[in-house]
């Protein structure tokens, strides 16, 4: 039993929230490195999207291994100090509490991870974004595993005919339910159509129970109490043969969806699907950005990455996410681009509200 484990933080902006500066990134890859070498890795890599640095760990520790948990967390500690030597913005800000203790769940970085027996071919993508929220993984799921009209297999490929399972956290109450596909399709849309609240964690393949996709879903305004920045969510997805294939499960980046985000984590705006060369949303702090990693796993060992939106199938894609963004961006500080005010209860609109309130009087 082998287990994917990428978990990631935004622990300092160059410049601003844009990018991360190269020397952040060489701090996560020499780490890998020495951890790999050591025997802690069986392989690991080491990426950015926007300001977030993303540790893509191979191991046969199983899930929640303290060992690696921890790791990650002295990755982002020394990345931090690299961060605050070069007086980056944000250096840190993902990391909400002073030490490790025991998981890095709760603690500020996001985490995915999967384990699988790997097959004689085990194609994985991973999703990596930035300056968009948890639950944004929602839709596209939902198109992977439960939409004929995107994932072909599900009407034609027997391995996939049985449909999946999806896991479904309550974010605000700590709490979680399954739902079966197709049976409780119309169930399972009541909750994940309202992604601020309920994320998709994982989904399973009904026909062999093994797990088809996981994703991150750490709210870090929920972690801390107050606004800290956006959730900036990664996912594992397992590709072929039982699974969607590669390009099912990439599929449904060709619209660039809305979600939360963009500036200052209280907009919303369009996901547009880049290669990592274009990694680094800048115009209003975005728009919102996905990259897909492509690798094999051969004994543990990550093949590639290939990057997989470095394509020119996806030029539409990006096409439709500036003139979104124009659009929304016209409206300013009005809604539907502003979020909803019951969704900026971490910014400052309480206070102001508090502020105002012995002003209000009955009509």
């Not at 796993?297 to 979104?324: C, E, H, T, W």
Request: overall charge negative; aromatic content about 10%; hydrophobic content about 40%.
């Amino acid at each position: 039993m082998q287990t994917l484990s990428v978990i990631k933080a935004d622990i300092g902006g160059w410049v601003g929230h844009s990018a991360m500066h190269p020397e952040v990134l060489d701090v996560g890859r020499e780490r890998l490195a020495q951890a790999v070498q050591s025997g802690l890795l069986i392989d690991g890599q080491a990426h950015a999207c926007g300001d977030d640095l993303f540790l893509v760990m191979s191991h046969d520790r199983g899930q929640d291994d303290t060992a690696i948990h921890e790791y990650a967390w002295d990755t982002f500690t020394t990345g931090t100090e690299t961060a605050k030597n070069l007086k980056l913005y944000g250096a840190g800000q993902d990391l909400l509490v002073d030490a490790f203790s025991g998981n890095i769940r709760g603690m500020g970085p996001g985490s995915a991870e999967i384990e699988l027996v790997e097959r004689q071919s085990e194609p994985v993508i991973v999703f990596m974004g930035d300056k968009t929220s948890s639950g944004s993984f929602n839709l596209p799921f939902y198109k992977m595993f439960a939409d004929p009209f995107n994932t072909a297999g599900l009407v034609i490929a027997d391995a996939l005919h049985q449909g999946f399972a999806f896991e479904v956290h309550d974010l605000k109450n700590s709490k979680k339910i399954m739902f079966n596909a197709p049976e409780e399709l119309y169930d399972l849309l009541v909750f994940i159509g309202s992604p601020g609240r309920y994320a998709i964690k994982r989904v399973i393949a009904r026909s062999t129970g093994e797990v088809a996709a996981v994703s991150s879903t750490d709210k870090l305004s929920l972690i801390a109490g107050r606004y800290v920045g956006k959730d900036d969510p990664t996912a594992i997805v397992r590709c072929q043969n039982q699974f969607p294939a590669v390009g099912e499960v990439i599929e449904p980046f060709t619209t660039p969806y809305i979600v939360e985000g963009f500036m200052r984590g209280s907009h919303y705006g369009p996901w547009m699907p880049v290669s990592l060369a274009d990694a680094h949303p800048a115009r209003f702090d975005g728009p919102p950005r996905v990259v897909a990693l492509g690798f094999q796993l051969a004994n543990g060992k990550l093949v590639g990455p290939r990057d997989m939106f470095d394509d020119l199938s996806y030029d539409n894609a990006r096409q439709k996410a500036n003139d979104i963004a124009d659009f929304l961006r016209l409206h300013g500080p009005f809604e539907p681009h502003r979020l909803p005010l019951d969704e900026m209860e971490y910014t400052t609109m309480p206070a102001v509200a508090a502020k105002m309130e012995s002003r209000w009087s009955e009509i």
